[in-house]
């Protein structure tokens, strides 16, 4: 089989594609670094030649304003055409827990937008809606840090692992498209504000939590359903304790 890991380069694009090349498939990894840009479509047509299935590992390189929006627009439309082009078989791809909850940002309503293409294409697709990554705590932090001080909401969130992410799309990429939506998400579920609060104790930064319920999520307020899973989500196993441990943040000097 071969399959096009769109995003292959990216945090959990190219765990998908490691993953893929120890079961003995032909991968390929692409992204800007190897001469494609879905925005524009340049490189498209090439790397998706022959692909029986494209993986859409891709993201936004912008997360604030309208940019967000435009980005998913611009890439699925332009995604789709060249694999209707191409003859693909299976389009994989990952998506956020309560996308279709938020309409006030502009992220969410793109990856709204970006399933609702999906869904239109004629092209048998399987979608995963994961939970926020542990490892987007960080830039949760960075985007939300005024003063040495981050204003959160207190909503719950359930954070999962990206590595359990990448294992659950190569699974997806190998086996017959579902023509639905996944919901995937970690083993904990707790306050987004109180998470990032022990985040930044256990990296020890110097940086204190306010909790405020109508503070923004990425232009969206949140109540306590917008960031979770419905009861049939996959829940992965690693916790927020284990993968600190194993993640590069554990002893950062900040």
């Not at 993986?55 to 940019?67: F, I, K, Q, R, T």
């Not at 190998?174 to 104790?201: C, H, K, T, W, Y």
Request: hydrophobic residues 45%; aromatic residues 8%.
């Amino acid at each position: 089989m071969k399959i096009v890991v769109i995003g292959g380069r990216g945090l959990v694009g190219r765990n998908i594609v490691r993953r893929l090349r120890e079961q003995g498939h032909e991968v390929s990894a692409a992204s800007r670094s190897t001469g494609v840009d879905i925005v524009t479509g340049v490189g498209l047509a090439d790397a998706l030649a022959g692909a029986d299935t494209v993986v859409d590992a891709s993201n936004s390189p912008e997360l604030e304003g309208l940019a967000p929006f435009e980005f998913f627009r611009k890439a699925i439309d332009n995604l789709l055409q060249a694999e209707a082009d191409a003859g693909v078989k299976h389009h994989v791809a990952v998506s956020v827990v309560g996308t279709e909850r938020m309409a006030d940002s502009p992220y969410f309503r793109g990856k709204a937008l970006q399933a609702a293409r999906i869904r239109a294409s004629g092209i048998p697709f399987t979608i995963v809606h994961a939970t926020q990554f542990y490892e987007f705590l960080l830039q949760i932090v960075e985007l939300s840090v005024y003063e040495q001080t981050l204003r959160l909401s207190p909503a719950y969130i359930q954070p999962v692992a990206s590595a359990d992410v990448a294992v659950a799309m190569a699974e997806l990429a190998l086996r017959p498209p579902r023509n639905a939506v996944l919901e995937m998400a970690g083993p904990d579920r707790e306050r987004l504000s109180e998470l990032i609060q022990r985040f930044l104790v256990e990296i020890e930064a110097p940086y204190d939590v306010i909790t405020d319920p109508l503070t923004p999520y990425f232009g969206a307020t949140l109540d306590d359903e917008s960031l979770v899973p419905g009861r049939d989500a996959r829940l992965c196993s690693t916790g927020f304790g284990a993968w600190l441990k194993q993640s590069e943040y554990w002893g950062a000097n900040w």
